[in-house]
């Protein structure tokens, strides 16, 4: 970013703008507008690649700015006016160390709260973006993140309870003696789980017994870990009364925080424009995919993604949840969401990705103290990656209402889908699972598969060139390789500056 801020005021806008579109800006960005773009969403769509219109302009916030609004949007009322200590475990509360969330990450846009009507200006971006992709072709894609929809406090602590009451299932585990099973293995025998409950004083004997129907869990006598997330359901009663123990302190404490009103209206305006953005994607025909975040934030993200698909994927998988392959606790997450959409009869939809985040999220396991959530190695990552795109085209040869993104530049992946897309019988033409990359990069992935008649995407970012400097700096930092190629450009860029600073034309020209 320095580095393209000084060539910006050496050069001047006009020559900054006409340097840039002839290196970075005309290799990881499509143009200024959407109209600007046409052509090149056109020329790709001759060669059978599709385009994901994604409007690239992003905060230039220095690190205390971005440090300061951080701070700001994860803390509570209360926290902040010092009347109570956060009850969040320390992974879901904010840290001021790692306020930047831009910090080590090269390959995902940040997201800032700022105000409401900052969430509202995000939301409407989404929905261009989207009417645009419904208007470039009949089977378009749209991605969304939540950060930008509202106030991440909500998201810390929605998390926050998610995780404490999965923990507490696998607790109960342990205790019958179920330690260490697949997350689709462990059941829970409900005539011990509920001594157990009575015993920590949670709840009588009569309230547990009401929880656990035939009604609501079936006649087998046990409860896997998808009955155990339905009983916090916002939709049960039961939620407003559940406690967990303190794994610190071995008390018990209520499972759901309390919001203040302002705080109730955010958390509702985040999941009104949620819905706005489902239905607008539905209405044109969009399927809306959900971006993955940081782990701290991805638990409630996942959740909220989740109502959608149960909502909006009735008929074809519309909108599609992102799973991070580089995360421990991926194929749980995998299995349990295909199993939650055989259960209740929608249609399921992923995106599969390694992960934008891991030299971030290590350092902060590692100085906040908890374990590190991402797999020990690159070798581990690739085949957790494989693991859940298996178990995936295993579910899509079985329902043809099924669907899953590649999205991915690594060439022995893309191999790998092919053969086991040859293998299951699974054709192209059926559009059940789709490849994804960036403009800019792997062409020699993108083109030969849409050729072949694959169903492939780009991310087709947009926008002014300065407004879209944060992201093109990530790029240039994720392509070493790629930019090698464009040396020969900034050299002569450098000799240009070189040349107007000898001749002393460089400060006459308006910066």
Known sequence: ???????????????????????????????????????????????????????????????????????????????????????????????????????????????????????????????????ASGGASEDGFSAIKLTALGRPQFLLQFSDVLTKWRRFFH???????????????????????????????????????????????????????????????????????????????????????????????????MLQRMDV????????GVRLMVDAEQTYFQPAISRLTLEMQRRFNVERPLIFNTYQCYLKDTYDNVTLDVELARREGWCFGAKLVRGAYMAQERARALEIGYEDPINPTYEATNAMYHRCLNYVLEELKHNARAAVMVASHNEDTVRFTLCRMEELGLHPADCQVYFGQLLGMCDQISFPLGQAGYPVYKYVPYGPVMEV???????????????????????????????????????????
């Open 1 to 131: 970013m320095k580095l393209l801020r000084l060539a910006r005021r050496l050069l001047g806008q006009r020559l900054f703008d006409r340097l840039m579109k002839m290196t970075f800006y005309g290799q990881f960005v499509a143009g200024e507008d959407q109209e600007s773009i046409r052509p090149l969403i056109q020329h790709n769509r001759a060669f059978g690649v599709g385009s994901i219109l994604d409007y690239g302009v992003e905060e230039d916030l220095t690190p205390e700015e971005a440090e300061r609004k951080e701070m700001e949007s994860c803390t509570s009322a209360s926290e902040r006016d010092g009347h109570g200590t956060s009850k969040r475990e320390k992974q879901f509360q904010a840290h001021r160390a790692f306020g930047d969330r831009r910090d080590g990450v090269v390959s995902a846009r940040t997201y800032f709260y700022a105000s409401e009507a900052k969430c509202d200006s995000h939301m409407e971006t989404f929905l261009r973006c989207i009417e």
């Open 171 to 269: 607790q109960m585990a342990a205790e019958q003696g179920k330690a260490g099973l697949a997350a689709m293995d462990t059941k829970l025998e409900v005539a011990a789980l509920q001594e157990s409950v009575v015993k920590m004083g949670i709840a009588s004997r009569m309230e547990i017994e009401n929880w656990f129907t035939v009604e609501t869990l079936g006649v087998s006598g046990t409860l896997d870990l998808l009955d155990w997330g339905s009983l916090i359901d916002s939709r049960t009663e039961l939620s407003r009364h559940l406690v967990v123990p303190n794994m610190q302190t071995g008390q018990l404490e209520p499972l759901l925080s309390r919001f203040t009103e302002e705080e109730e209206r955010q958390m509702t305006r």
């Open 277 to 284: 953005l489902a239905k607008k994607a539905s209405e044109v």
């Open 469 to 511: 400097l944060p992201y093109l700096s990530r790029r240039a930092l994720e392509n070493s390789g790629v930019m090698k190629g464009a040396q020969r450009e900034w050299q002569l860029l450098w000799q240009e500056l070189k040349r107007r600073l000898r001749t002393g034309s460089l400060f006459h020209r308006q910066a």
